[in-house]
């Protein structure tokens, strides 16, 4: 492997898997503790929308994914505030339509040959330097607005109905937060893919979560751990020619059941 790295396309992947790690690790922690997953799930999914716009109208698919993902992310966060009641079954709607469409609309594409498994399950050895500074942007934007707006999240997640009171803005946060998991879905389409993200932005979050006890901490371990589990996911991708995205999520998942076993053995 560290002989492999020589080559171009393996220092891009892992250039992509610390940076994607990183994103994760931020957003997922803000998704896990304020049991957002399942919205985070149907950005991720509903993102293909965007994919197939893309196609159909020939531009870049990476623009139209980030422009679909946010027009999503704005609908469910205004929904969720309207209708807390039914949002599942409207996040679900929204899921089925954004895949449905991107299907549809790649089919109709006159003479497209591209290979929709990289976006699907992604395609973590075949990042162009583009996508890198894309990702890189995506990062910082992130890091600034967590970091500035820390203390707001961190109220907003442990009682928001004081936090309004007390003059936090929540509705803002709300929909910040929303957009920041659209961004970090775009950011990891090329690693894992539309259809793993959710794995990537949920498991290490919630391994660090069963041991630190800060938010903060919570985040640099998720960091951490989504890095070990790129870096042994992208290894077993270029050992046995497998899919690179399947390959990280499956050591995520093994490790998943292990922290699951191991904490409980410890209670």
């Keep these: 492997m560290i002989e492999a790295l020589s080559y171009n396309f393996m220092q891009n992947a892992l250039f992509a898997g610390i940076l994607v790690s990183i994103i994760c690790g931020i957003v997922g922690t803000l998704v896990v503790v304020n049991r957002m997953v399942f919205i985070a799930g149907g950005i991720a999914h509903g993102a293909y929308g965007g994919i197939g716009i893309a196609f159909y109208l020939g531009f870049a698919p990476l623009f139209g994914a980030t422009l679909f993902a946010l027009l999503l992310g704005l609908i469910i966060a205004y929904l969720t505030l309207k209708d807390k009641g039914r949002i599942d079954s409207i996040i679900g709607t929204l899921w089925a339509f954004g895949m449905a469409l991107g299907i549809i609309l790649t089919d109709l594409t006159p003479g497209y040959n591209v290979d929709l498994m990289s976006y699907l399950f992604g395609s973590i050895l075949s990042v162009p330097d583009q996508d890198l500074w894309i990702m890189g942007a995506i990062a910082a934007i992130i890091i600034t607005l967590v970091t ?3 203390r707001a999240f961190q109220a907003m997640i442990f009682d928001p109905e004081f936090s ?3 003059g936090v803005h929540v509705k803002l946060l709300h929909y910040i937060l929303i957009t920041l998991i659209a961004l970090c879905v775009v950011a990891t389409i090329r690693v894992v893919g539309l259809v793993l993200v959710i794995a990537l932005l949920s498991i290490p979050p919630y391994i660090a979560e069963r041991i630190s006890a800060r938010l903060s901490h919570m985040m640099i371990l998720s960091t951490l751990i989504g890095t070990f589990f790129v870096l042994c996911g992208l290894t077993l991708a270029y ?3 497998i899919t690179s ?8 998942s093994l490790g998943f059941f292990l922290s699951l076993y191991f904490t409980k053995n410890r209670d």
């Design 239 to 241: 050992m046995y020619d």
């Design 148 to 150: 500035i707006g820390f």
């Design 245 to 252: 995205g399947a390959a990280i999520i499956m050591v995520a």
């Design 164 to 166: 309004a009171l007390r």
